[in-house]
């Protein structure tokens, strides 16, 4: 077994449930032993090591030139509820081996070289992505509980602001990650090179019917919100697929009123998702969709919004770098955005922000399923290790 494998095997023995899977919360204890395996191949590293209040690994190796900027690599030792082995911990098991190689080499970077283990990247209590946030300075501080949430845990606002990092000094921040989707399988591709992170947009879309009997009420004449809401559904999937193929649609939840067997449904409700690159092609798809219901005469629809995160693009001379490296390896790759959140876009809004994919089996991820080849996770890592090597040579 590679030293990679042992590293991630390590990290995944902290949270494993009897049927295979992985469970790591955020600032539970299964998460903090992750950390403690991490920091301890941190320090055997020649790294120096902190914790901070926001649960957050970071491990520093100094550069040999004075007042050059740090190049950062990292990402979450989170999971899911019942997750995988490898989202989130390859990326910062293989920043452990990009140090291990060059050490191995005898090559030593003019940059310092920085590596975080973030905390909370997957949803929970704290929300999304709650390591970076604090981290950058982006954690929204007004939001209703958040004391009462940290105290659960130890910890006061007060200390999480003090967490926020100046990046100032810093060239970029570097992720290598799981695809967790299955393009570069089924395309046989190696390496992702990632242009973007998707915005995601949602909204609460609710139809309104009658309810009446289910069984004295005819066909003829039924304003079933149930039925006029599974049109639109089935309208806006075809709608999303010929706009464009990666753009994405999800109906996630729904809510049906009064909700008995014998009675016509008069209110549903449900959460529409849509996720792309370009917030025209996800604007051009709600005013489609938002058409397509008002063509719907059974049941009245209202749209109202929920949540937008913005797309982030990721740097575009690091995008070339990585490119450049890739094939320099001998790797086989391809452009393609991330329809999943991760904390480089956190990271992409305060220094210029990479990303790294290897495929996905199947694309299945936050799942015991998850898997990617030891051929493909070693790739990975030759393709991180020349990116930060290349950058290296710059100021």
Not at 60 to 66: I, K, Q, R, S, Y
Not at 299 to 326: K, S
Request: net charge negative; aromatic share 6%; hydrophobic share 40%.
């Amino acid at each position: 077994m590679s030293k990679l494998l042992e590293t991630l095997t390590a990290i995944g023995e902290t949270g494993r449930n009897e049927d295979g899977s992985y469970t790591r919360l955020a600032y539970s204890g299964e998460y903090f032993a992750a950390v403690d395996v991490v920091k301890r191949q941190m320090e055997e590293l020649g790294l120096q090591t902190q914790v901070d209040a926001a649960g957050n690994l970071h491990g520093v190796l100094p550069g040999t030139e004075a007042g050059l900027k740090s190049i950062i690599l990292g990402s979450h030792l989170d999971t899911v509820p019942s997750g995988g082995l490898y989202d989130g911990a390859y990326g910062v098991a293989g920043a452990l081996e990009v140090v291990r190689s060059l050490k191995n080499q005898k090559i030593q970077l003019r940059h310092p070289l920085e590596i975080y283990g973030f905390n909370g990247e997957e949803a929970g209590p704290m929300g999304l992505t709650f390591g970076s946030s604090v981290l950058t300075g982006l954690l929204d501080y007004e939001q209703p509980g958040l004391a009462e949430k940290l105290a659960v845990y130890g910890h006061t606002p007060a200390e999480l602001k003090h967490c926020r990092r100046d990046f100032a000094r810093d060239k970029c921040y570097l992720e290598l990650h799981i695809e967790q989707g299955g393009v570069l399988e089924n395309q046989k591709l190696q390496i992702g090179v990632v242009s973007g992170i998707v915005g995601i947009a949602s909204y609460k879309v609710t139809a309104v019917g009658k309810s009446n009997h289910a069984g004295t009420t005819l066909m003829v004449g039924r304003r079933d919100a149930l039925v006029a809401m599974s049109r639109l559904i089935v309208a806006a999937d075809e709608l999303c697929r010929s706009l464009d193929e990666n753009l994405v649609l999800t109906f996630g939840t729904s809510k049906c009123w009064p909700g008995a067997s014998n009675v016509i449904s008069g209110k549903v409700e449900c959460c529409l998702e849509m996720r792309h690159l370009d917030k025209g092609k996800t604007d051009q798809l709600f005013l489609a969709v938002q058409e397509a219901a008002r063509k719907i005469t059974t049941a009245q629809f209202t749209f109202e919004p929920v949540n937008y995160d913005a797309p982030v693009a990721c740097d575009a001379h690091l995008m070339e770098v990585i490119a450049a490296a890739a094939g320099k390896t001998g790797s086989s790759f391809k452009l393609m955005p991330s329809g999943a959140g991760h904390d480089a876009a956190l990271m992409a809004q305060r220094v210029p922000a990479g990303m790294i994919f290897v495929p996905s089996k199947g694309g299945l991820s936050h799942c015991s399923e998850e898997w990617t080849s030891p051929k493909d996770l070693e790739q990975g890592v030759a393709v991180l290790t020349e990116t930060v090597q290349m950058l290296d040579r710059e100021d």
